[in-house]
């Protein structure tokens, strides 16, 4: 057999199968090889998602968690990789509500109307203002830009991951980019 | 502005739009690893209530000095070579903030990249796992088992044009192909203390997160 051939052979992906098998034996090995092999792009997801390294951080632990604590339940139907987003997109933006929540509360204690609100003022700088104009949209319409928009996810992928369907997945990220052009219409002008 | 221009410089900005940090693997895996396995595993050099460190060291069933100098003569050699592998790599700006990128890999041949970054992927999930391998004072079969699947490869990519192609490469696989060797052939007896020894020596010279460097920067330089 070829050299090639043979590493082609070792350089298969893993087998995932096999793995969730032994985490389920509880064998923590498997957990970090398979961790190893999902968990950047879940991070990176994620931070995307709440732009917070911290929270990140801690979304993408229960992530993680959660995966191997229902990791009975997985049918193995779609990939260990979609499941895995679909289950970091539930936890981030779940964990978002309660965090703005939280800072709504402080807020209103602080008495300070600039926590925790998107700014509206005009500003000069093109990416703040797409900045802006992404934390604004709806967390759906938000959530399907970020995936296929900046983190190049598939339309497939965003409905399995969201449990939406594709058709579903496309008019929200035609709605997102329609608001995002319109909160930009102004630099057409200029 | 024009439209065409607005649209491009939208896309740049959607690019640059809360780039991620580098994700911080391990201390989110500990996070996981204690609360879906259980408390991490205490190794047997910190097992309370043996007396002090120093001595519960050499209580631990009195390895030979065969045992000890070997444990931490691989984890010196994967050390080194690690060490090797990673200095005087000249860092590029990273383009998009995630990690550093560089530019040591130049080996034409697709495939031996994929191999080779898979396996050192492999490789950094198996040394990390060293404290867990050590449960009860033995290493795991499973573990062991591991160590020789990942032999086998380390000894297709030393023999391949990749290696042949990258000094520093084969510095590191050769001395990955000694560390792997070594917990391949774990003993039954005084195993688990083998591992620890390694384990600590591994710990103390960031080896696990320099191998990952090199995996990172062999799988980003398409």
Redesign the interface.
Same mark, same amino acid.
């Given at each position: 057999m070829p050299?090639?051939a043979?590493?082609?052979e070792?350089?298969v992906p893993?087998d995932e199968r096999a793995l969730i098998a032994?985490i389920l034996d509880?064998? #923590?090995?498997a957990? /970090?090889?398979l961790?190893? !092999?999902h968990? *950047?792009r879940v991070? #990176?997801l994620v931070? /995307?998602l709440c732009?917070d !390294?911290e929270l *990140?951080?801690d979304f993408?632990?229960d992530t993680?968690?959660r995966a191997?604590?229902q990791l009975s339940r997985f049918r193995g139907e779609a990939a260990f990789g979609t499941w895995i987003h679909r289950i970091a997109v539930t936890v981030t933006l779940n964990g978002m509500r309660k965090v703005k929540r939280l800072r709504e509360r402080e807020t209103a204690l602080d008495d300070d109307p600039g926590l925790g609100t998107v700014s509206h003022r005009a500003d000069p700088d093109?990416?703040s203002r797409?900045?802006a104009a992404?934390d604004a949209l709806p967390a759906g319409a938000r959530t399907t830009l970020?995936m296929h928009?900046?983190e190049g996810y598939t339309h497939a992928e965003i409905a399995e991951s969201l449990g939406i369907a594709e058709g579903t997945s496309k008019s929200r990220l035609f709605e997102a980019r329609g608001r995002?052009r319109q909160a930009?219409a102004a630099?057409?002008k200029? | 502005m024009k439209e065409d221009e607005l649209d491009e410089r939208t896309r740049e900005a959607l690019r640059g739009y809360r780039v991620p940090p580098a994700p911080p693997l391990d201390a989110m895996w500990q996070d996981i690893e204690e609360r879906h396995f259980g408390a991490p595993v205490v190794s047997l050099t910190d097992r309370p209530g043996s007396g002090d460190r120093a001595g519960r060291r050499w209580s631990l069933g009195s390895p030979s000095w065969g045992v000890l100098v070997s444990g931490i003569a691989a984890a010196l050699i994967i050390g080194i070579g690690v060490g090797r592998m990673s200095r005087g790599i000249a860092p590029v700006v990273p383009d998009n903030g995630i990690e550093g990128t560089y530019t040591y890999w130049t080996a034409n041949a697709e495939p031996y990249r994929q191999a080779t970054t898979e396996y050192l992927g492999q490789t950094v999930a198996l040394l990390t796992s060293l404290p867990a391998a050590a449960r009860d004072g033995q290493p795991d079969a499973r573990f062991v088992m591991q160590a020789g699947e990942l032999l086998t490869t380390t000894r297709l990519l030393l023999d391949s044009p990749a290696a042949a192609s990258d000094p520093r490469l084969r510095n590191l696989l050769e001395d990955l192909e000694l560390v792997l060797a070594q917990l391949s052939r774990l003993p039954s007896e005084h195993g688990g203390t083998e591992l620890n020894l390694i384990t600590e020596a591994l710990e103390q010279r960031d080896v696990v997160p320099r191998v990952r460097a090199a995996a990172a920067s062999i799988s980003s330089d398409d």
């Open positions: 050299r090639a043979i590493l082609r070792e350089s893993l032994r509880g064998d #923590r090995v957990g /970090r090889q961790y190893e !092999a968990a *950047a991070h #990176r931070y /995307r732009g !390294a *990140a951080q993408t632990q993680f968690v191997f604590d093109l990416r797409i900045a992404i970020i928009d900046i995002l930009l630099f057409v200029e | -």
